[in-house]
């Protein structure tokens, strides 16, 4: 009787990512979460959304989500790109009055955009709105609800 040897296990070559796992790593740095990056990228609906919580977990953990991820932080960090910080060193040189630049307000309103000057950050406007509700409304009852809402609005929060 003839023994044979076992055959050796070859490693599993890592599997590329899919199209939709690409485009879920590249959704990440535009959303709040992994989650919502799933839910964009999979089109669940928001009733799904422990599915889509699941789905981005699972995505996360895999090599090949991971190296997209990975390669993508890569390029923003690349040498040849700014940093926050030589961004704003830059715009407050250009903000300083000389001949080559002689309007510095643009510059300043930039760097005020980039710090959220313009923002309340106190004041939460995390609405949402179902446009299919106002649906059934009169363009008088929809004035009138807008009148009451901007009404609703201390005068200290109403924008500039």
Known sequence: MAISKPIPKLPRQPRPPTLKQTRFAQRLPFVPSATDAAME????????????GV?????????????????????????KVMSLLQRKERLSRLALPDPEHPDPIRAIDT?????SVYVDKSLNLNATLDLTELAG?????????????TQAVPPSRKGP
């Open 41 to 52: 990228t999979y089109d669940i609906p928001p009733a799904n959304r422990n599915m889509a």
């Open 55 to 79: 789905i981005a977990s699972q995505n996360l953990r895999k090599p090949a989500v991971q190296a997209v991820i990975a390669e993508l932080q890569e390029k923003t960090t690349s040498a």
């Open 111 to 115: 760097l005020n955009r980039m710090e």
């Open 137 to 149: 409304f009169s363009l008088d009852e929809l004035k009138a609800l807008l009148g009451a809402t």
